[in-house]
């Protein structure tokens, strides 16, 4: 967990840098953004495991970042905010972030709550063994195998064909729209819809087929068809 990586998205400058300090402090790995879209284009690429987020920040607020880091999934989210009339929306945001914190705050405060959040959350999402019928994916090995009846079969998948996998095998039977997918799975630079399909259609053939359904006028779900 010591080697976790903290994105702090804080538009005041003396109070990242006194979270980064004590975060660092105590071994975690930090990196800053002073805006809501710097903030998610650090997700999108750095794939924090745990985000603290200030709730007043200049354009985009921290409700819409939240919004957008939960269209892509699970990562664990601490808020901040400096204004006691936010408490009634925090009450209501405690659905979708994970913990919260009153600015003035210790620094001290909030990395044990961090620490708390991410003991809580390893063990969630994406970094179980993932098992869907003939389908075991195991995302601390980044491996993926299909159970053929002589022993587990390996697929062969490039990193981001992976990452679509594991990501859709948290959620089985959910119809993923290509957007979020794209959102979830792809690095920068290569997020077209269409890439989406190319890489579905690699997976498929690497060992999935039978389990990916196309959604018509969405995108594709991952289920054991014949699950026991
Ligand atoms: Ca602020």
């Known amino acids: 967990m010591t080697n976790a990586l903290i994105l702090i998205v804080e538009d005041e400058p003396e109070i990242a840098e006194i979270l980064e300090t004590y975060f660092a402090r105590e071994g975690f790995r930090v990196i800053c953004a002073g805006d809501g879209p710097t903030g998610l284009a650090h997700h999108q690429r750095l794939r924090p495991d745990l985000v603290v987020l200030d709730i007043k920040l200049p354009g985009q607020d921290g409700y819409e970042v939240l919004a957008a880091i939960r269209r892509r999934g699970e990562t664990p989210v601490i808020m901040v905010t400096a204004l006691a009339e936010d408490l ?3 009450q209501a945001l405690r659905i979708g972030a994970d913990d919260y914190v009153v600015k003035p705050f210790n620094p001290l405060e909030v990395v044990a709550r961090a620490r708390a959040v991410l003991r809580r959350t390893l063990g969630r999402g994406p970094e179980t063994l993932l098992r869907l ?14 159970e053929t009846g002589r022993g587990p079969v390996p697929l062969d998948l490039t990193p981001t064909e992976f990452r679509i996998l594991s990501h859709m095998a948290g ?10 997918l794209v959102d979830a799975c792809l690095p920068e630079g290569e997020a077209l819809d269409r890439t989406v399909d190319s890489h579905v259609s690699k997976l498929a ?7 990916l359904t196309g ?5 594709y779900r991952l289920e054991a ?3 026991p």
């Not at 019928?133 to 299909?146: E, I, K, M, S």
């Not at 053939?205 to 389990?211: C, F, K, L, R, S």
């Not at 959604?215 to 995108?219: K, P, Q, T």
């Open 133 to 146: 019928g003939p389908l075991t994916v195991d995302p601390q090995a980044h491996r993926a195998t299909v």
């Open 225 to 227: 068809l014949d699950a």
């Open 215 to 219: 959604v018509r006028g969405v995108g």
């Open 205 to 211: 053939a690497a060992g999935a087929d039978g389990m």
């Open 171 to 180: 959620a089985p039977g959910r119809a993923f729209a290509r957007a979020d």
């Open 88 to 90: 009634d929306k925090l």
